[in-house]
């Protein structure tokens, strides 16, 4: 694997995970429980959406076939995608999609906020933007893990159990491959080593906070760095990528 | 020329006064424009594009292109004085010189863009823009938005 075919393989990672992240917080548009919530999911949404864009389009200039943020999203299949799997599982209830942003963002802070100190400057640019967005994503899944979790006995057993089934799709989030370790070499990539500890100590303090029990490590479903995902990818692509499969050029 | 163009989404500040506005190259293709976004999900910078490209080819200075630049990024500490101010004018309170960016964990001190208390309180950290809180002011009791520090 050379260096522009490892990096061209992060920034996939990277920028599918904003993508399907956002289509997931999409769906929740005129869904949400509170007008404010739905502007603050559509919010995090296009947050989303921009940095798969900027993310995208770089992953394209390093493939050097002239492929555009629109090509990437749209036409490749399923193999092709290598975001985490956290990032296409349905949306479940309102604690479920919580827990979800809660673990993700803290992820994202943590792994954006080392990316601002990468040997790649493109990338340093997206992530300090990346980290001040990132910010508001964790600031409001923790008040919400905090109200749901020390709310009601209902409010509770919901978020509990959001976490005990999020859970499992957490470990991945730090994996790592030749890829990173190409880069890694070239201090491009994150120390993942280091971003785990930090996230685990956050995540516990605020499960703790919130009355919630935090579920001991296991198993850790895994497949997505070598594209291979649940059956729920497959759905999501076949709905985003309809209108450029069925009219290829079509622009607006 | 390019001074003219208007922010879509708060129309009384140019792109210039925004601090997008980064450069203009003559290359022997024409005109190359270079802006970089404020937001990552703006859903202005389209529109901001085809006005670059309008209005300098209404001009007659074409071709022209739009270059977007994220590298380095920008941050609310690029608008001029003359935006912040212009922005209080329209009723949007400015944001704070700081790129710290600690305001959303800390309750600071948003002034009210209408009777200018401080007394007011955050409604909601997301607004009809990503750029934007919602805050309501004590005083007058008028909601107002405020462009967050970024
Ligand atoms: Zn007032």
Known sequence: ?252 | MLSVINDPEIPVVTIFEMGMLRDVKITDKGYEVIITPTYSGCPAMGIIEQDIKMTLEAQGVRPVTVKLVHDPAWTTDWMSNTAKAKLKEYGIAPPLHSSCNSEVFTNNIIECPHCHSDDTVLMSRFGATACKALYQCNNCKEPFEYFKCH
């Not at chain 1, 895994?222 to 759905?235: C, I, K, P, R």
């Open chain 1, 1 to 252: 694997m050379t260096q522009e075919q490892a990096l061209y393989k992060y920034c996939l990672r990277m920028g599918d995970d904003a993508l399907i992240h956002s289509y997931r917080l999409s769906e929740w548009c005129s869904n949400a429980p509170i007008l404010e919530e739905d502007l603050a999911l559509t919010n995090f949404a296009l947050d989303m959406i921009g940095r798969a864009q900027a993310i995208l389009d770089y992953a394209g200039k390093i493939d050097g076939k002239g492929k555009t943020s629109d090509d990437l999203a749209y036409r490749r299949k399923e193999r092709d995608f290598y975001n985490h799997l956290i990032m296409e599982l349905p949306n479940g209830d309102f604690a479920y999609t919580m827990a979800r942003i809660l673990f993700v963002s803290i992820f994202e802070y943590y792994f954006f906020s080392e990316l601002c100190h990468s040997a790649d400057t493109t990338l340093t640019a997206i992530a300090a933007k990346t980290v001040k967005e990132v910010k508001y994503h964790m600031a409001h899944a923790t008040d919400w893990a905090l109200r749901l979790g020390d709310g009601t006995d209902e409010s509770n057993t919901r978020m509990q159990q959001a976490v005990d089934e999020l859970w499992a799709y957490t470990g991945e989030l730090f994996e790592t491959d030749d890829a990173t370790a190409i880069l890694e070499d070239r201090n491009i990539a994150v120390d993942m080593g280091m971003i785990r500890a930090k996230w685990k100590t956050d995540v516990t303090r605020i499960l703790t906070e919130a009355k919630l029990k935090v579920p001991g490590d296991g198993y850790n479903q895994t497949g997505s760095g070598n594209g291979v995902h649940t059956e729920y990818l497959g759905h999501i692509l076949s709905e985003m990528q309809y209108l450029q499969r069925a009219y290829p050029e079509a622009i607006w």
